[in-house]
């Protein structure tokens, strides 16, 4: 397992909501109060709500943009982000094309459901993001594994390592999601993990798979920074 070479050896934490769509800080808010505990930052705010109230996005990526402008030397550790759903993304490609994202996060996608049918939607986002001058990244959000992989007979199954596969060709994250009750047991941060959990965590080893580690912070929850340092250190000493 490794962090994507893109983000250097830098905690990092692409995952963030604001008050443009479920989160209860401000930019500026959720910005301070995580920058002294991270050193990347990202604010990745839900494309649906920027969406249901009227194009929001304009305001959203200008927001963003102008407030990096007064973090003066730190300005280059602010990133701009959205998460999505992936049945959006053909609909959103115009977009998720169009203004100038550092990442882009995918959400809920069923890769044991419809395998073919995710792949072939990040397909077409990968080859639109081809068109940009900045190299965009891709992460998939919070793996709750009881979704992922809860269904399948580990012992013969080898789906996960032909997803894990071709996630790693390419380029594209796995989110190590800090908020507890996702990844990991409820309030068990690095615990001894679940006989399902484990057999995800060699199947990353195996795969070499490609990591990032998120708080999908709401707001601003000290236990929740503390979680994403303990899950960092953990997976990032593997």
């Known amino acids: 397992m490794r962090l994507k070479p893109s983000y250097s050896e830098k905690k990092h934490d692409y995952h963030a909501h604001t008050k443009f769509s479920d989160g209860a800080l401000t930019v500026e808010e959720s910005v301070l109060k995580r920058i ?33 402008e007064t973090l003066g030397e730190r300005s280059g550790d602010l990133k701009l982000g959205i998460e999505i759903f992936w049945v959006d993304i053909p609909y959103a490609i115009k977009h998720l094309t169009q203004y100038p994202f550092d990442f882009i996060i995918i959400e809920n996608f069923e890769f044991f459901v ?54 790693r060709d390419n380029e594209i994250a796995i989110e190590l999601n800090a ?36 708080t999908d912070s709401h707001g601003y929850e000290a236990a929740l920074f503390r979680d994403y340092h303990l899950v960092y250190e953990y997976f990032m000493l593997c």
Request: with cysteine; aromatic share 10%.
């Open 36 to 68: 002294p505990h991270i050193d990347v930052i990202g604010i990745s705010d839900h494309y649906r709500f920027l969406m249901s109230e009227g194009d929001k996005l304009d305001q959203y990526c200008n927001t963003i943009t102008a407030f990096r």
């Open 114 to 167: 419809d395998q073919i049918e995710v792949f072939r939607v990040i397909d077409m986002l990968q080859e639109a993001l081809k068109r940009k001058e900045n190299k965009v990244e891709i992460i998939l959000a919070h793996p709750d594994y009881k979704v992922w992989f809860g269904h399948l007979d580990r012992a013969a199954d080898t789906s996960i390592d032909k997803v894990l596969t071709y996630l």
């Open 179 to 214: 908020n507890t009750g996702y990844f990991f047991r409820e309030k068990d941060v690095i615990g001894a993990l679940t006989n399902a959990e484990d057999y995800i965590v060699q199947a990353l080893k195996r795969n070499d798979s490609l990591l990032s580690v998120g």
